[in-house]
């Protein structure tokens, strides 16, 4: 059973700063892997997809790494902003199940 | 982009009675979609995988006739909450997969909030 571990668990950080976001899995057999973000209450935004022969993908601020072979997947954020707070979810697919992490739940200050 | 519409967004239900909560796909053909629960701060704990004609495959320790699952086309899978109970009370989400191909990731609904009083 693939587990997902995401850390850290909370961040708080200055408006202006960079984020990394760390995310580890136990199977390494993955088809892709996902990052999502959760809103308060709400359901999940795809932020960027990641297939399994590519090792990072960009788009805007965010940029995502994966090492398969490791287990690892890190997403970085540049220039954070007040409107990034949130949780983000990694979500690696085996098969045709995504698997998810606790998150790690992001508060940008102004 | 692809767009998973989910209803309603909150539902609030007496204790014993039941509740349907709708998943559709608005743009692309979904011959698999996924229901979702949800505790404060705890992630997703995928309940079931609903495939469009067949019967729904369920997660180990989710009870299949209280979460009645029905994707009767391709772009609509229904979850039916059966004598509802308090600790039924959770946030419920569905997500699908573009049929048409393997290259997207999977596109979520906005969730549904379920209390049972």
């Known amino acids: 059973k693939q587990e997902v571990t995401q850390i850290p668990a909370a961040l708080s950080v200055p408006e202006g700063e960079n984020l990394v976001l760390n995310c580890s899995f136990t199977?390494?057999?993955?088809?892709?892997l996902q990052w999502f973000r959760q809103d308060p209450g709400k359901g999940l935004t795809s932020l960027l997809l990641?297939?399994?022969?590519?090792r990072e993908q960009t788009s805007g601020r965010l940029n995502a790494s994966l090492d398969k072979s490791s287990g690892r997947s890190t997403l970085y954020i540049a220039a954070s902003q007040p409107g990034d707070s949130a949780t983000y979810l990694c979500?690696?697919?085996?098969?045709?199940?995504?698997?998810f992490g606790a998150g790690t739940t992001v508060t940008v200050r102004a | 982009g692809a767009v998973v519409s989910q209803h309603p967004s909150r539902v609030i239900c007496k204790s014993g009675t039941s509740v349907k909560i709708e998943c559709r796909s608005l743009?692309?053909?979904?011959?698999?979609m996924f229901w979702y629960r949800q505790f404060p701060k705890q992630s997703l704990m995928l309940m079931a995988t609903s495939n469009e004609g067949s019967k729904a495959t369920y997660e180990q320790g989710v009870e299949k006739d209280k979460f009645l699952i029905n994707h009767a086309s391709l772009t609509l899978s229904t979850l039916t909450v059966t004598s509802a109970h308090p600790e039924d009370s959770s946030f419920y989400i569905c997500?699908?997969?573009?049929?048409?191909?393997?290259?997207?990731?999977?596109?979520f609904g906005s969730g549904t909030r379920l209390t049972v009083v």
């Open positions: 997500s699908a997969r573009d049929s048409t191909g393997d290259n997207y990731g999977y596109t």
């Open positions: 979500a690696p697919r085996d098969d045709y199940k995504l698997s």
């Open positions: 199977d390494s057999a993955i088809y892709n």
């Open positions: 990641i297939q399994s022969s590519q």
């Open positions: 743009d692309f053909q979904a011959t698999t």
